[in-house]
């Protein structure tokens, strides 16, 4: 499928709150940091650099006690972490955070989907489009859209690499999503964000929501309070409708892929709540884990729509 050009489709947008306070832009310099920082902090980067010292330390005669005992403990850690309850916990806890199925009033002014789902780099060389794990996000979007044909929808994702700005998921998105029976004029796309205080900020400057709307906010349940967080940050009340949930099931302790499986999902939660830590640092979110008032919220915005 040939994804279309990069602008976004023309609909109807919506006018209304007001502008953002400057500071919370994010700077070049600001997010390339937030890379380099994720990077080096990212568990396995983190693995990486202990095995790599552990063996160094082997191979060293002063320092050979000192390397086993290194990699003893990693290997302890590691299957300790793998075993253990620490990551169903962190996973949940992160997806337990808000409700889901939310019920959702009879209209819904606009959807809004963050980007993530899409591989660019794998559909450029593929010449197809490529979706991964967090493809929930968009087959649960056409979903909201079918069951609410007055709903704009509003899809916000451009590159998060650094180093290929151009390969943004947003056109491939727009292509997918009309495929999918999206029709053009409800459709918006952003793609030019970097990530997800970005994905909030450019989504709010180019449909500019009214107070009173009722937009609805698709992302993957471990992404969702980080999301909410920032939307409420922006005074923009969003109905969070989280999708692509990985827990609530019992692992099978007889597939041989759990331990690879649960260090992946560890890693997505790690990634998660440093995240959490690094927005409520820089003021894009209002508290480190976002969510107590959210059923509050939804409730009063459904309220002022009946």
């Keep these: 499928m040939p994804p279309p050009s990069p602008h976004a489709s023309a609909g109807p947008v919506a006018t209304g709150l007001a502008t953002n306070p400057p500071e919370l832009y994010h700077t070049s310099m600001g ?3 937030s890379k380099v920082i994720g990077a080096l902090l990212a568990p396995g980067m983190v693995l990486a650099i202990v095995f790599a010292a552990g063996v160094a330390m082997l191979w060293s005669r002063r320092r050979q ?17 793998l075993v253990s309850p620490l990551q169903p916990w962190l996973t949940e806890t ?3 955070r808000f409700p889901g199925n939310p019920p959702l009033p009879a209209h819904v002014d606009g959807i809004i989907v963050l980007g993530g789902a899409i591989e660019p780099l794998v559909s450029e060389a593929r010449q197809r489009i490529a979706l991964n794990d967090a493809a929930e996000r968009l087959t649960a979007t056409v979903m909201l859209a079918k069951t609410h044909p007055e709903a704009l929808v509003l899809y916000t994702g451009g590159s ?4 290929r700005q151009d390969a943004a998921e947003a056109p491939l998105a727009e292509a997918l999503l009309r495929a999918l029976g999206v029709p053009a004029d409800r459709l918006l796309v952003e793609g030019k964000s970097r990530n997800t205080f970005e994905n909030a900020l450019l989504s709010q400057d180019l449909v ?14 471990r992404h969702m309070p980080r999301s909410v967080g920032i ?10 409708y989280p999708v692509d949930y990985q827990s609530g099931g019992d692992f099978a302790w007889t597939n041989v892929d759990l331990p690879l499986r649960r260090g992946r999902l560890l890693a997505q939660a790690l990634h998660e709540w440093v995240g ?4 409520a640092l820089n003021g894009w979110t209002d508290r480190l884990f976002p969510g107590p008032d959210d059923r509050e919220q939804v409730e009063k915005t459904i309220s002022r729509t009946k």
Excluded: C
């Design 231 to 240: 939307f409420h940050r922006l005074n923009w009340p969003v109905i969070p």
């Design 276 to 279: 959490l830590a690094y927005y």
């Design 31 to 33: 997010y390339v940091l």
């Design 65 to 81: 006690r000192q390397g086993r005992a290194l990699l003893t403990i990693l290997v302890l850690v590691v299957g300790a972490m």
């Design 94 to 96: 992160l997806e337990n």
């Design 160 to 163: 998060a690499d650094p180093l």
């Design 208 to 221: 500019k929501p009214q107070a009173g709307q009722v937009w609805v906010l698709v992302t993957s349940a």
